[in-house]
């Protein structure tokens, strides 16, 4: 079972950066397409970004093209987020998951084990 931890987060000014991470245990991280998603108090889970397990397709909500990178590092099982030119609406927490089935790529009832997540927040 892949067990993740979320890090990273903090309060960041509008306009600022941060860089989150995902450290994940357990054999399967390799094998699998990773996603960010984000969640706000009364909303669904949100899909940020997912990344295969070679790198070789990366998909991002339109709404973070341009701004976010995402990015893993298979021989130290982590995943990453670059976050740029934060907005307010940013705000949210965040969470990373391995792709446990073949449906659409921005839908989290694809996605599974997820963390605990790590809190951002965008504000002056």
């Known amino acids: 079972q892949v067990q993740l931890l979320e890090s990273g987060g903090g309060l960041v000014q509008p306009g600022g950066s941060l860089r989150l991470s995902c450290a994940a245990s357990?054999?399967?991280?390799?094998?699998?397409?990773m996603g960010w998603f984000r969640q706000t108090p009364g909303k669904e889970r949100e899909f940020v970004a997912a990344i295969t397990w070679n790198a070789g397709t990366i998909y991002y909500a339109d709404f973070v093209k341009g701004r976010f990178t995402i990015s893993r590092d298979n021989a130290k099982n982590t995943l990453y987020l670059q976050m740029n030119s934060l907005k307010p609406e940013g705000t949210a927490v965040y969470y990373c998951a391995p792709r446990r089935s073949s449906g659409d790529i921005n839908d989290p009832i694809n996605f599974g084990s997820w963390g605990q997540g790590t809190q951002v927040t965008v504000s002056s």
């Open positions: 357990g054999r399967t991280f390799n094998g699998n397409t």
